[in-house]
């Protein structure tokens, strides 16, 4: 494997971590003390300092470093996680996202923030008040706190002493661990370093080291990517056995480890090497060497380790039967170890697009061979027809499993926003909790990805322009913290992202104003409250006062419509004047696939999408009403609702259609007006695989996409919006249609 | 009894010996079977248990071959690592016997 593809893997397993990083965080500031949120915190940065050792980004170690010392205080219970600590670990979490990006992106994260932070965490470790003056309620100080035991084994953690950090070591008693460490072939590739582990370890106090060679095999034999040393290691150090064990805690699924305390231990059975010299120079985080006393070091040490492994090798015979024994032992373990982690696997996704895509030609190709069956089979018995239904349910099932490998949970999405409304917060000086429902519902990694965009905008929006001022909601009763509520849920196939917030409303005298002095109406249009609402993703509106950093610069929400419409997905909005707006987006749940409802128009074929079907009628001439100059409304259950001919829309045919003839499809629009969609015929309703019309022709006005019918015939996909929108007398613009992915 | 004198070739490891240099090294080591050997590892910066693995898996095999092996001007990170790791300078010698 490439050293770059292990980097690429570290750098994905970084996301993982700083994922759970921020969740945990989150789960801690909403008051849970669970041990194991705090040791998964306490994980992942250990993760992300382990391996970004392993590739030598040394700002990234330093940095994860202090942050882990300071997350250990809490995990021993010396600092107590209050809002003031969170305050700073949910910064520095931000502070270590940004460091992961620029370690793989390039550029560097501003000084300043970062030892800003450094220092803060310093000050909590230490147990002192945050270095920031107006931080009066940081940290209490820790002596306070009575130590509890951090575990089975009774072990009390040190008291802490607050005079100076690292003074530790003088106070406390030492326990002798003694240390078993086999690597798997698996901790290597996923990019970790057994040597670091161990430098890691010695770092912990005096250490002897033994290496068990015997599996090594002969040079010709032997994989030089395979893992065939293991150690037995004898430390001494006033850690604890768990802290011992957190050494080697990223790497815990790709080795065999024991940690026992030394008086357990059953006899030596190969002589240690200590290792007490100073190992700086193998450091990736700056160290102060000392020169003078690291040569005779050296010396002694060298000396020592050859007449340890001159030992060893006498002692190499009498260890082969055991090892052996212990090799088998070490087979089965690994096999369990692998089984266990082989639970999830990272896959390239151009490989799932490729298998997606393929499973789209089958679904076509079984179409087109179920209809070639059907119709030269007259009788309709023939029993390659019955196999032919079994294979469709069959390909189906196929097609559901592919589209499934491809769903992802919203959830990092949706703590990318925490972030976002954090650092919105501070800058507009507001005070804003982000509460986050449905995380785990899941959707297709294209729209994962795409919504990530529009809803930073939307986020931001709605922190910036949505929640007023403390002091306006302290002045209009509301609780000076505003809530912005963030949430996914499934529902008829589709997503359904909800943000809502409990801020002033949409003022709708403002936006009709400002409505009016920008053009987009005249000033004696009469609106609904809900047709106002929609006027903020007109394009290039904007209500904001003044144009920020943050939001207002006119191009807000109706690029957000675009981005979503451009998914296949609708927005809208509602608002209660002093209680909050919300956003509702409703998107696919894959781009890949489409259920259609297959219709004839002017003797073509398209494809008008399900999801945007309320009803189907037969219209009665009775019920047709002509209005203006050639606008026509038909009647439902003694409602109006505007006839749109997609024929003529669409320019297939130049005279309209007689409504009688055809069939009405009842569609919902954007604005949530309906419109009756005039069609000559339905055909039937099948899912049908979305191929890109601008990948693979050209846009289309009016024309979503494109998709191969069973017969081999291209059929259009209907941009039901775009078709609705001219209607109105809007253009078929190319900006406004669907650009629906392939 | 001194082994038949034969060629005796270098070595200069690589600055950083990492999971990927590990089957360059081994890939080196075998196709310099059969002569006397000088490792250089002056630049050694970085040094991986795989690499170290492949050392003394060719250490062994000089030795059972009867020619020599020799790690000469091994760097201070070269050193320190073999000895944190448990490998002594021994094990990555081999002599003409």
């Known amino acids: 494997m490439d050293m770059n593809e292990i980097k690429e893997i570290f750098f994905q397993e970084c996301e993982e971590q700083l994922a759970e990083l921020e969740s945990g965080l989150l789960k801690l500031n909403d008051g849970d003390r669970d041990p194991e949120t705090v040791n998964a915190v306490f994980r992942a940065v250990h993760s992300i300092k382990g391996g970004a050792g392993a590739f030598g980004l040394e700002e990234l170690v330093a940095f994860a470093h202090v942050f882990e010392t300071t997350l250990d205080c809490v995990r021993s219970n010396k600092l107590e996680p209050n809002q003031d600590v969170l305050k700073v670990m949910l910064k520095s979490a931000d502070v270590l996202a940004d460091l992961v990006t620029c370690s793989r992106d390039g550029g560097s994260v501003e000084e300043s923030r970062t030892r800003g932070l450094v220092k803060e965490l310093e000050a909590l470790a230490n147990g002192e008040a945050l270095p920031a003056a107006e931080a009066p309620k940081a940290a209490k100080p820790v002596a306070a706190a009575p130590a509890k035991p951090t575990d089975d084994s009774g072990f009390q953690p040190i008291p802490f002493t607050f005079d100076g950090f690292g003074e530790e070591e003088n106070v406390v008693e030492q326990f002798t661990y003694e240390v078993t460490f086999k690597p798997t072939r698996e901790l290597y590739s996923k990019g970790n370093e057994a040597a670091l582990l161990l430098r890691d370890l010695s770092r912990f106090g005096e250490m002897g080291i033994a290496c068990d060679m015997d599996q090594l095999p002969a040079l010709e034999n032997m994989d030089p990517e395979a893992s065939y040393f293991g150690w037995k290691i004898s430390i001494t150090t006033p850690k604890s056995e768990e802290e011992v064990r957190a050494v080697f805690e990223f790497a815990e699924w790709d080795c065999e480890l024991e940690v026992k305390p030394a008086e357990a231990s059953e006899g030596e059975e190969l002589p240690m090497i200590p290792v007490p010299f100073d190992l700086s120079a193998l450091d990736d985080e700056p160290a102060e060497p000392t020169p003078q006393t690291e040569t005779a070091a050296t010396e002694e040490a060298s000396a020592n380790v050859v007449k340890a492994v001159n030992a060893a090798v006498e002692k190499k ?137 529009p809803l930073t905008h939307m986020i931001r929006n709605a922190v910036d322009h949505g929640i007023e001022s403390p002091e306006k909601r302290e002045a209009a009763g509301k609780d000076p913290e505003g809530t912005i509520k963030l949430s996914a849920k499934h529902r008829s196939g589709r997503i359904l992202i909800e943000l809502q917030d409990d801020g002033g409303g949409i003022n709708r005298e403002r936006v009709k104003q400002k409505a009016i002095d920008n053009d987009l109406i005249s000033p004696d249009a009469n609106l609904s409250d809900e047709e106002i609402d929609n006027l903020i993703f007109a394009p290039g509106f904007s209500t904001a006062d003044k144009i920020s950093d943050i939001s207002g610069r006119g191009v807000g929400m109706d690029v957000v419509k675009r981005s979503i419409q451009a998914l296949g997905g609708r927005i809208s909005i509602s608002s209660r004047p002093g209680l909050g707006s919300t956003f509702t987006m409703s998107l696919p749940l894959t781009l890949a696939v489409l259920d259609g409802m297959v219709v004839t128009v002017a003797g073509q074929t398209l494809v008008v999408p399900l999801t945007a079907i309320v009803e189907t009628l037969q219209p009665e001439a009775s019920a047709i009403h002509s209005f203006g100059a050639n606008q026509r409304l038909i009647s439902i259950r003694n409602s109006f609702c505007p006839l749109v001919d997609v024929g003529r829309i669409l320019n297939f045919r130049t005279n309209q259609a007689n409504p009688v003839d055809g069939v009405a499809l009842l569609v919902e629009s954007e604005g949530g007006g309906q419109r009756a969609l005039m069609v000559d015929a339905i055909q039937g309703q099948r899912q049908v695989v979305i191929k890109s019309l601008e990948a693979n022709y050209t846009h289309v006005p009016g024309i979503a996409a ?35 992915a392939g | 009894m001194a082994a038949k004198k034969a060629a005796s070739g270098k070595l200069a490891l690589s600055a950083v010996l990492d999971l990927n240099e590990a089957s360059v090294l081994h890939g080196k080591l075998m196709s310099m079977r059969g002569k006397d050997i000088v490792i250089d590892a002056s630049a050694v910066e970085r040094v991986g248990v795989q690499c170290a693995q492949v050392l003394v898996a060719g250490a062994t095999a000089w030795q059972a071959d009867k020619k020599s092996f020799l790690v000469e001007k091994a760097s201070d990170a070269f050193e320190k690592t073999m000895a944190l790791i448990g490998i002594s300078e021994t094990q990555l010698i081999a002599k003409e016997i």
Do not use: Y
């Not at chain 1, 189906?396 to 949970?409: G, H, L, N």
């Not at chain 1, 996909?717 to 613009?733: E, F, N, T």
């Open chain 1, 317 to 453: 015979e009498s260890a082969a039967a055991a090892a052996a024994a212990a090799a088998a032992a070490t087979q089965n373990n690994a096999a369990a170890a692998a089984s266990s982690a082989g639970q999830t696997i990272r896959v390239d996704l151009d490989r799932v697009d490729r298998l997606i895509n393929l499973v789209g030609e089958l679904v076509i190709n079984q179409a087109m061979l179920s209809q070639s069956v059907i119709e030269n089979d007259n009788n309709g018995v023939s029993s390659i027809n019955m196999g032919l239904e079994e294979l469709q349910q069959l390909t189906r099932e196929i097609q559901d499993s592919v589209m499934a490998i491809r769903a992802q949970p919203v959830k990092p999405v949706f703590q990318r926003m925490s972030r976002i409304v954090r650092e919105v917060a501070d800058m507009v000086g507001k005070q804003i909790r982000l509460v986050t429902e449905g995380e785990n519902t899941e959707v297709d990694k294209t729209v994962i990805d795409k919504i990530a965009e």
């Open chain 1, 706 to 740: 494109a998709t191969i019918l069973g017969d081999g015939r291209v059929a259009l996909i209907l941009d039901v919006d775009a078709v609705v929108g001219a209607s109105r007398g809007q253009s078929l613009k190319p900006e406004m249609s669907l650009a629906a």
